[in-house]
């Protein structure tokens, strides 16, 4: 459905994934600032199960995580995207909006770029009427995005992510939330 999508930002383009991109794919997922609230940094295999996971959610969805480059270099900075989740929780099925950047490109309102424009697309293009998002309390950059790009938080939604075993410091979850304007 998305072919060669490409969204174009001020200073970035969103597009599908290449084979070119594994390598930075796989440098970011091993920078251990990047993976701060992720259960652990990916070795080889692990990024590239991603990587296939990521084009074959494509194939299934009709849309998914895209890479994130600058416009001016064309260089990998990271993905921002659509995801239905697999897991189940009480506000599933659902479609996320997430993103992961390089950590030398934080900083510069990259991803809340990206992500406005990943929300334009999904409720004008794909017709969605919400979307979510979410992640660890502590998480303060990532939260900050959500609510750049207009996400809103109620504590009686926040839940413990099912993939991460009881106790686990990283299983507490917030879940921001963001319903398309129908004005």
Known sequence: MWGELLIETERLLLRRWKEEDREPFYRMNLDLRVMEFMPECMTSQESDWLFERINEHFR???????VA?????QSFIGF????????????TP???????????YWGRGLATEAARAVV?????ELG???????????????RRVMEKIGMTHDASDDFDH??????????????????????
């Not at 299934?60 to 895209?66: D, N, P, S, V, Y």
């Not at 334009?120 to 004008?124: I, R, T, V």
């Not at 410091?169 to 304007?181: D, K």
Request: hydrophobic residues 40%; proline residues 8%; glycine residues 8%.
């Open 128 to 142: 969605l009427d919400e979307l979510v998002s979410f992640t660890v309390p502590g998480n303060a950059r990532s």
């Open 94 to 104: 659902c479609v996320e909006i997430g993103w992961r950047l390089a950590a030398d």
């Open 120 to 124: 334009k697309y999904a409720f004008k």
């Open 162 to 183: 099912p993939n991460l075993p009881e106790g686990h410091p990283l299983r507490p979850h917030v879940l921001y939330r963001l319903r398309r304007n129908r004005t």
């Open 69 to 73: 480059q600058l416009r001016e270099e």
């Open 80 to 91: 921002v995207g659509l995801a239905a989740p697999s897991f189940e929780a009480h506000f």
């Open 60 to 66: 299934k969805h009709g849309f998914g995580l895209l």
